[in-house]
């Protein structure tokens, strides 16, 4: 079975200031990790993704992730928060071999950002 | 594109009333997925489908919730007969598999409010 962990049900943030957002997953093989962003009242966005290759990820909106085996960890970064960043985020994962086609949800992180 | 497209935006009904949900998935998405989001619970995958097969259905609540994807353009998603704690927001995604990309398109999900 494959499980995501959000351990912080709120972040809060003074904009200007680095921001994380915590994330931990659990699959029985390897992952595909995924951050997505739910602004109030929206349908969820992706953000960013991590399927091989370099372990630190970019995405959009100048938000990066890192992707840590031996931690299971792939925490959402970003050097300098805006206030328009404060929303619901999710990250995800999904057992790239797992034949199956799911994927699993934490379960969200709000993030305040503020003046 | 359009993207996933959600029908109605919100649903205002009475327990004991059938609910219907849409979906129209993005053109070319081989792959279709119903999740529910509530404060409690956060998101659940409902049912998914695979070429307008359904795969997998574990996540569907009980028997009251039906889900049909008789074409690769469209999906419903059923109720009936509805109760208070079906309310939530519901969402539709869909994929394109097998490109490596796995990136899934949300719509902008379905408030449903059951009195």
Redesign the interface.
């Known amino acids: 079975a494959q499980s995501v962990a959000q351990p912080e049900d709120q972040v809060n943030v003074a904009e200007g200031n680095p921001l994380t957002v915590k994330c931990t997953y659990s699959v029985s093989g390897n992952p ?1 990790l ?1 951050w ?1 962003v739910q602004y109030p009242n ?5 953000l960013l ?1 991590y ?1 091989t290759g370099d372990n630190l990820v970019k995405g959009s909106y100048g938000f990066e992730a890192e992707f840590n085996k031996s931690q299971t960890s792939f925490h959402l970064k970003k050097p300098s928060a805006l206030v328009s960043d404060s929303a619901l985020y ?1 990250c995800a994962v ?1 057992d790239r071999d797992n034949a ?9 992180t709000r993030l305040m950002v503020k003046p | 594109d359009a993207g ?1 497209i959600q029908s109605p935006r919100h649903e205002v009904t009475e327990m004991g009333q059938e609910v219907t949900l849409r979906c129209k998935p993005i053109s070319g998405h081989n ?1 279709l ?1 119903w ?1 529910r989001q509530t404060m409690m619970r ?2 659940e ?1 409902l049912i ?1 489908f ?1 070429n307008n097969v359904p ?2 259905d574990s996540g569907m609540p009980e028997d009251r919730f039906s889900a049909k994807m008789p074409n690769a353009s469209f999906s419903t998603l059923k109720i009936q007969p509805s109760e208070p704690r079906d309310s939530a927001v519901y ?1 539709c ?1 869909s994929r394109k ?1 097998g490109t ?1 990309n ?8 379905t408030q449903l409010s059951v009195l």
Request: aromatic share 28%; glycine share 20%; hydrophobic share 40%.
């Open positions: 595909y995924f997505y929206r349908g969820l966005q992706f993704k399927i999710f999904r199956g086609n799911m994927l699993t949800f934490g379960g969200g | 996933v792959s997925f999740y956060g998101l995958l998914y695979n795969i997998d969402f995604a598999t490596g796995e990136k899934l398109f949300f719509g902008s999900g």
